[in-house]
Nanobody
Framework: QVHLEESGGGVVQAGGSLRLSCAASGRTFSIYAMGWFRQAPGKERGFVAAISWGSRTGTTTYYADSVKGRFTISRDHAKNTVYLQMNSLKPEDTAVYYC??????????????????WGQGIQVTVSS
């Protein structure tokens, strides 16, 4: 089992920045990728960003078009933690953000169905 805990959410004005953290514990050696998804009220959970790693493929990052150039995903291997740096935030970024972990290699990391482990979610609110 893998346990994920998000932190760093909150309220920020449009144009501001936040950094989300996702700390993994448990069988972290079994994880090949981690991602961030978000869900706004009345909407489905959608992909935000992901990072995968492997001895053959190296580190690869993925971003939704809506966040490219504004959000950056990164990983601290020693701390088993993934970060989502969010800059130039917009009101439409308001959502509950979920961290997820994928134990499978060669998955489509943009699909929520590929992830086996999920955090409880953290609220990000961007005011206009």
């Amino acid at each position: 089992q893998v346990h994920l805990e998000e932190s760093g959410g909150g309220v920020v004005q449009a144009g501001g920045s936040l950094r989300l953290s996702c700390a993994a514990s448990g069988r972290t050696f079994s994880i090949y990728a981690m991602g961030w998804f978000r869900q706004a009220p009345g909407k489905e959970r959608g992909f935000v960003a992901a990072i995968s790693w492997g001895s053959r493929t190296g580190t690869t990052t993925y971003y939704a078009d809506s966040v490219k150039g504004r959000f950056t995903i990164s990983r601290d291997h020693a701390k088993n933690t993934v970060y989502l740096q969010m800059n130039s935030l917009k009101p439409e970024d308001t959502a509950v953000y979920y961290c997820a972990a994928d134990p499978s290699m060669y998955s489509d990391e943009t699909l929520a169905s590929e992830y086996d482990y999920w955090g409880q979610g953290i609220q990000v609110t961007v005011s206009s």
